[in-house]
Every structure is written in structure tokens, then in C-alpha cells.
């Protein structure tokens, strides 16, 4: 029940020509016969309708300029009270080195910038700072702490924990700015 058929004319087909038909006058200019009488003419632009002209529904009036400013403004308003909380919910109390570069790189992770296997503890934290420049100082102050207490077993203790749990606390909020970048794609070979 098939019939072989080639779409493309396999190479075969010819030009044809067409026979002229007979002339047809063209119409002359006058008013569209298309639209009804009582509808109003969609391609004539609002100024040059003259003034009380009801205009047409869909058309953009000033309220609704306004309506979307004041939305973007309470819009704005909401994510900056989220950001609040979320400083303000902070790490609470002790805070370890450890405890602190595992929230730092799964926050990152989040946003597509996972730490490589082969990247060491700096490596990552200044991949992370060329990202986001502004989060360098708490970055360095989490990856040295970090490298101290996993490598050399230093104890930290007092001002230097106080400087990691606000390093942390200022990276949960610093680290949102990686959600406006797009991670690059690695080429696999």
C-alpha cells in the first residue's frame, strides 16, 4: 500500500511556465469595507484621536504604569526583608571552621559554582572571590580557618570563632550575587 514519493522532486522538476491571465483593474482607494460602522478603526493611532475619544480596551493607560511600579516596588521591598531574616537567622553560637566552609560551599553549589575535586581549600575560595569580590575578605577568613583547623589542628578559640561565624553570616547573604551569574559550561574531551 505504499507509493514510493520524493518530496524534494529528486532533481527532475522543470520550470513551468504560467499563462497570463486577463487584466484586472485595480480598485480604487476608499474606505475599508471590512469593519463594521460602529467599530472603530484599529490601525489609527491614540493621538490622533481627538480628546473625550473613549480609547480601546487593551490600551495602555498611566494607571497601569503605575500599578506595575508600585508592584515592583512592593516586590523589592519583600526580597530585601527576606535577605533581613536570613542575616538575621544567622549561624547561633559556636560556629566551627568546618561547619562554616560546608555552608559556604553548599550555598555556592546551589548556584552551579560546586568546588572541584582537584580544587584545594584556597583554590576555591579565590575562584569564589573572582565571582563575587565583595565576599574576598570573609571568604579568606573562612578558608583559613578551615585549612588551620583541618590541617595544622589549631584550636580557635574566642575573636577568631566570633570572626568566622560573622564571616558566615555575611556569605549566606554575599553569595546570593551568584545567582545572577551562569555558570561556564566545562568542554568534555
Known amino acids: 500500500g505504499w507509493i514510493p514519493f520524493d518530496p524534494t522532486g529528486g532533481g527532475v522538476g522543470r520550470p513551468s511556465v504560467i499563462p497570463a491571465g486577463p487584466p484586472v483593474p485595480s480598485a480604487a482607494p476608499g474606505a475599508s469595507s471590512s469593519l ?3 467599530q472603530p478603526d484599529p490601525t ?3 493621538a490622533d484621536l481627538p480628546a473625550g475619544t473613549p480609547q480601546t480596551p487593551g490600551a495602555s493607560a498611566p494607571g497601569d504604569r503605575t500599578i506595575l511600579i508600585v508592584l515592583t ?3 523589592a521591598l519583600i526580597v530585601l526583608a527576606v535577605a533581613g531574616l536570613a542575616w538575621a537567622r544567622g549561624p547561633r553560637g559556636e560556629v566551627s571552621p568546618e561547619a562554616a566552609w560546608q555552608t559556604l560551599s553548599k550555598t555556592a553549589s546551589r548556584f552551579g559554582f560546586a568546588p572541584r575535586p582537584t580544587q584545594t ?3 576555591y575560595a579565590a575562584a569564589l572571590g ?3 569580590p565583595v565576599a574576598e575578605d570573609d571568604l579568606r577568613t573562612v578558608a583559613d580557618a578551615k585549612v588551620e583547623t583541618a590541617y595544622a589542628r589549631v584550636r580557635l578559640g574566642g575573636a577568631r570563632l566570633d570572626a568566622v561565624r560573622d564571616a ?3 556569605l549566606r547573604i554575599s553569595l ?3 545567582a545572577f551569574r551562569r555558570p561556564k559550561r566545562r568542554r568534555r574531551r
Request: charged share 35%; no cysteine; net charge positive.
Open 36 to 38: 463594521p460602522p460602529d
Open 44 to 46: 489609527r493611532r491614540l
Open 73 to 75: 516596588v512592593i516586590l
Open 121 to 123: 581549600v584556597y583554590e
Open 130 to 132: 573572582e565571582l563575587v
Open 168 to 170: 558566615t553570616r555575611h
Open 176 to 178: 546570593l550575587r551568584l
